[in-house]
């Protein structure tokens, strides 16, 4: 059977019995030097630190490595050096920890560590560090104090310019002085009123423009007749659909002094108030010299040159005037470059009155003729601007002459007002929604 060993220290006696199947086959007993055993124990133990190990006997003997260490421990309080108990004592220079010896024996064997001095070098770094943040502290706020009065004047200057934009001045702008976060935010500031003073230039531009627009409108309209003009049997009625853009379109009609019918369609060139202008000029001098019942050829002439000398830049205008005698049933006119204008008669035939010369105040000099055109009762006179025949689909394709003569032959035999409805209606269903690029100006002349 195997051997059993066992052994046991008590006190200064050393106790080693050898056991086989429960019974001691052999014993030996020793007595130990004590100081000498735990001597050689606390010489393998490290003190590189200041550390003092030591033991405490049954008795309450205290055993050190040497006396200059017993003498070191012994000042300790007592309560730190505790036989049979195992913990740690924490004083205010030393550590003391204990713990009980295994194996039964009475001894209790301990380490005490000295930190007087690490706790003396910890409170001088943490001083010294807390006196080294101070300092930083101090520099940050020497060096944050002016960058933050010139970052608050900066903003301030900005929160200026903000506040000047918002009262109007578009003009408001801030200086640059550095290239930091706050220079680029000034060049952008900068950049942003110079936008927006464009834009409101821009905005009172159109807004400009737009009240000229108006006021041209408002020429125009008040230009043309407002209603219809009936002399005997014989019905005159005209219609100006505007576009987007005010144009030089215009007609009228007038009665002269020895009964006769003053027929006025006319288209200026250019847009805007210089046309609507020139139409209110235009249309007053051709009332003058028809009033004075004035040869038509002559008329158109003494226009002709006065218009080409008196008007700036290449500013022309296409008229057709005439003078309608509804007894006799006769037209004289005078189509000074103006677009074919038609005589539909009762059968549905389509006549054209064509060009008689170039138009008002382009290239001056050529001269004019005047035509006739006989008529019988229930014939239509229908007069146009080319806004009608130039009047787009959403394809981009014209309406067209052919459109408009097939549009006025199946009209034939119809009133003034029912011929201008039924080619106004054409016109729309072809345009399909699209707008006019140009004013489409119609008159409508039925012969009693």
């Known amino acids: 059977m ?45 003190r590189d630190r200041g550390d003092l190990p030591f033991a405490i006997g049954e008795g309450g003997e205290v ?4 006396p200059i260490d017993k003498s070191r421990l012994e000042a300790l309080p007592r309560a ?69 009065g010139r970052l608050t004047r900066n903003l301030e200057t900005l929160s200026t310019g903000v506040r000047r934009i918002a009262e109007g001045d578009y003009a408001a702008r801030v200086p640059v002085r550095s290239n930091d976060e706050i220079g680029r935010l000034a060049v952008a500031f900068n950049r942003m009123a110079a936008d927006v003073e464009a834009h409101q230039r821009s905005a009172v531009s159109q807004e400009r423009i737009r009240r000229e627009l108006e006021l041209g409108r408002q020429i125009q309209h008040d230009m043309l007749p407002r209603a219809p003009l009936q002399a005997g049997l014989t019905e005159i009625k005209g219609v100006s659909v505007p576009a987007r853009e005010v144009g030089g379109d215009f007609f009228n009609y007038f009665t002269l ?19 609507a202008l020139l139409m209110a000029n235009l249309q007053g001098a051709l009332r003058t010299r028809l009033s004075l019942g004035q040869d038509l050829a002559s008329l158109a002439k003494e226009l002709d040159v006065e218009i080409e000398r008196t008007t700036p830049g290449p500013v022309y205008a296409t008229l057709f005037v005439g003078i309608l005698d ?4 006769h037209l004289r006119f ?35 003729v005047m035509q006739q055109v006989d008529m019988t009762a229930g014939d239509v006179l229908f007069f146009y601007t080319d806004g009608c025949v130039e009047a787009e689909d959403a394809a981009g394709d014209m309406f067209g002459s052919e459109r408009l003569e097939r549009a006025l032959a199946k009209s034939a035999g119809l009133g003034a007002d029912q011929v201008m409805v039924a080619v106004e209606a ?21 012969v009693g």
Request: hydrophobic share 40%.
């Open 2 to 46: 195997p051997m059993k060993r066992s052994t046991s220290l008590s006190g200064r006696q050393l106790a080693v019995k050898m056991e086989r199947g429960g019974q001691v086959v052999g014993q030996v007993s020793a007595e130990i030097d004590m100081p000498r055993l735990l001597t050689t124990v606390f010489a393998a133990t490290s």
């Open 63 to 66: 055993f050190t490595a040497t």
């Open 80 to 148: 730190a050096i505790r036989g049979g108990t195992s913990g740690a004592t924490v004083l205010p220079d030393w550590i003391v920890a204990t713990t009980p010896a295994p194996g039964g024996s009475p001894l209790t064997f301990g380490i005490a560590r000295p930190v007087g001095e690490a706790l003396h070098d910890l409170r001088t770094s943490s001083a010294r560090n807390a006196a080294l943040g101070l300092g930083f502290i101090g520099l940050a706020l020497i060096a944050i104090v002016p960058l933050a």
């Open 257 to 275: 002094r020895d009964g006769t019918i003053a027929l006025l369609v006319g288209d200026v060139s250019g847009k805007g108030v210089g046309a």
């Open 326 to 329: 509804a007894t006799a049933r």
């Open 334 to 368: 005078v189509n000074a470059g103006h677009n074919p204008q038609y005589v539909l008669r009762t059968d549905g035939r389509l006549e054209r009155m064509e060009s008689t010369g170039r138009p008002i105040g382009l290239l001056s000099g050529g001269g004019y």
């Open 426 to 446: 054409e016109i729309s269903a072809f345009r399909s929604g699209v707008e006019l690029t140009d004013d489409a100006t119609m008159m409508v002349v039925k």
